[in-house]
């Protein structure tokens, strides 16, 4: 499936703007980290895409969320590599993150949230005026973004990323991806 199917196959079930900005949002960060890692980018960047095709669908029963998910990429003949991740990106599955793949995205998932969170108060409010420095304050302000999940991101450590140098990846794939992320 080529990008621009997996972004039409993602908004026939995921309608809500701001979540498909997410997924964007995601998707730029994954493939920059598979950039880093030596990984295929179009493989790790297609899971950030991907992510939350199922969120619409399990509002109501977040329990269900990724794993309806990996069901439908599964079924649409995505890797099992992405269906993994997908799976496991959410905790509340009771599949814990185990390939780089899949710890990438858990980390990735609440960063964009963060980085957005941090350019909406930022005084110039434009992602091209955040620097890392910015992100690094904010994520020491425990009430700031509090749905960001700190020990989340702090999992990039088991990356072999220090919070600092996630946080820079992060924010320079997103960046790139200013004007899709209306950011």
Same mark, same amino acid.
């Given at each position: 499936?080529t990008? =621009?199917?997996?972004?039409?196959?993602? *908004?026939?079930y995921l309608?809500?703007r701001?979540?498909?900005? %997410?997924?964007?949002?995601?998707?730029?960060?994954?493939?920059?980290?598979? *950039?880093?890692?030596?990984?295929?980018?179009?493989?790790?960047?297609?899971?950030g895409l991907?992510?939350?095709?199922?969120? =619409?669908?399990?509002?109501? =029963?977040?329990?269900k969320?990724?794993?309806?998910?990996?069901?439908?990429?599964?079924?649409?003949?995505?890797?099992?590599?992405?269906?993994?991740?997908?799976?496991?990106?959410?905790?509340?599955?009771?599949?814990?993150?185990?390939?780089?793949?899949?710890?990438?995205?858990?980390?990735?998932?609440?960063?964009?949230?963060?980085?957005?969170?941090?350019?909406?108060? %930022?005084?110039?409010?434009?992602?091209?005026?955040?620097?890392?420095?910015?992100?690094?304050?904010?994520?020491?302000?425990?009430?700031?973004?509090?749905?960001?999940?700190r020990?989340?991101?702090?999992?990039?450590?088991?990356?072999?990323?220090?919070?600092?140098?996630?946080?820079?990846?992060?924010?320079?794939?997103? *960046?790139?991806q200013?004007?899709?992320?209306?950011?």
């Amino acid at each position: 499936m080529t990008r =621009e199917e997996a972004l039409a196959f993602l *908004q026939k079930y995921l309608t809500h703007r701001n979540l498909i900005k %997410h997924s964007l949002a995601c998707e730029a960060i994954m493939g920059r980290l598979a *950039q880093v890692f030596g990984e295929d980018r179009t493989e790790w960047a297609m899971a950030g895409l991907l992510h939350d095709i199922d969120y =619409e669908l399990t509002k109501g =029963e977040p329990k269900k969320h990724g794993l309806l998910g990996a069901q439908l990429l599964k079924e649409a003949g995505f890797s099992e590599a992405i269906v993994l991740a997908v799976r496991a990106h959410n905790e509340m599955t009771g599949y814990q993150p185990e390939g780089r793949m899949e710890k990438a995205l858990w980390t990735v998932d609440p960063t964009s949230g963060f980085i957005v969170a941090c350019v909406l108060v %930022h005084p110039q409010r434009s992602i091209r005026d955040v620097d890392v420095a910015f992100l690094l304050s904010r994520f020491r302000e425990k009430s700031f973004a509090r749905g960001a999940k700190r020990e989340q991101i702090l999992s990039c450590e088991a990356l072999g990323l220090s919070l600092e140098e996630f946080l820079s990846i992060a924010l320079e794939a997103m *960046q790139e991806q200013a004007e899709a992320l209306e950011l």
